[in-house]
Nanobody, 118 residues
Framework: QVQLVESGGGLVQAGGSLRLSCAASGRTFRFFMGWFRQAPGKEREFVAAIDWSGSSTVYADSVKGRFTISGNNAMNAVYLQMNTLTPEDTAVYFC????????????WGQGTQVTVSS
């Protein structure tokens, strides 16, 4: 079992930055870690992912160049640095652990709200 807890969400003005954190515990060895988001009335969408070694990352086109995913050496903490935020980035952001950069993802956190005001 893997437990995931997100933190770092909040309210920010457009153009601002936020850094999300995800603390992972349990059997996290060689899991791929990802960030997803779900805006009101929309389906959950992929944002970014990193492999267990930290050497490979992948991003959604909508965040490429603005968001950066990283992890600590043990990959039991994963971060999402979000820059140049826009109101379209407003969503609940979820951390997930899974078996590939694109999934499948087996474990999910409870989410953290990010609100970007215009």
């Amino acid at each position: 079992q893997v437990q995931l807890v997100e933190s770092g969400g909040g309210l920010v003005q457009a153009g601002g930055s936020l850094r999300l954190s995800c603390a992972a515990s349990g059997r996290t060895f060689r899991f791929f870690m990802g960030w997803f988001r779900q805006a009101p009335g929309k389906e959950r969408e992929f944002v970014a992912a990193i492999d267990w070694s930290g050497s490979s990352t992948v991003y959604a086109d909508s965040v490429k160049g603005r968001f950066t995913i990283s992890g600590n050496n043990a990959m039991n903490a994963v971060y999402l640095q979000m820059n140049t935020l826009t109101p379209e980035d407003t969503a609940v952001y979820f951390c997930a652990a899974g078996r590939g950069l694109r999934g499948p993802y087996d474990y999910w956190g409870q989410g953290t709200q990010v609100t970007v005001s215009s």
